[in-house]
């Protein structure tokens, strides 16, 4: 379901994910335009962003998906639904798809971004300043 940039489950999610600059802020996005998906039972949270860029990508950036009832929700199948939502919701996809990055050395998976993969995602380098895994999605997957 499509929710808000301050929704207090997403927040807690976020809090616990690696990513989260600021735990306890109350809003846990990036300033410009943000999708912010959840499920139903606040177990998963997935957030589209568009804004301004910095590596040259015309792209919306995942920048945070947190799936807490792995169990209950296929990670793969979810993500595969939060693209759909964000096309959908955003009517068409930018040039160079949506992206996102992983940062290998803080997740636990010996394949990061397994579930990226597994939803279609493909590997396409690794950013410039912090050397993380960057995966792309551009449809047809």
Do not use: E
């Given at each position: 379901?499509?929710?808000?940039?301050?929704?207090?489950?997403?927040?807690?999610?976020?809090?616990?994910?690696?990513s989260r600059q600021t735990i306890g802020a109350p809003q846990f996005t990036r300033p410009g335009r943000n999708l912010v998906l959840r499920t139903a039972d606040g177990a998963a949270v997935w957030v589209t962003w568009d804004g301004i860029r910095d590596d040259g990508l015309q792209a919306w950036e995942c920048t945070i998906f947190r799936n807490e009832a792995p169990d209950k929700y296929l990670s793969s199948e979810m993500i595969r639904a939060a693209v759909v939502a964000t096309c959908t919701e955003w009517e068409g996809l930018p040039p160079d798809g949506i992206i996102t990055y992983v940062?290998?050395?803080?997740?636990?998976?010996?394949?990061?971004?397994?579930?990226?993969?597994?939803?279609?995602?493909?590997?396409?380098?690794?950013?410039?300043?912090?050397?993380?895994?960057?995966?792309?999605?551009?449809?047809?997957?």
């Open positions: 379901m499509i929710t808000h940039k301050g929704d207090q489950s997403c927040r807690l999610l976020a809090d616990r994910h690696y940062d290998s050395s803080k997740v636990r998976s010996s394949n990061p971004g397994y579930c990226f993969k597994a939803a279609g995602w493909r590997n396409i380098g690794r950013s410039r300043r912090r050397g993380l895994i960057l995966l792309q999605w551009k449809g047809g997957s």
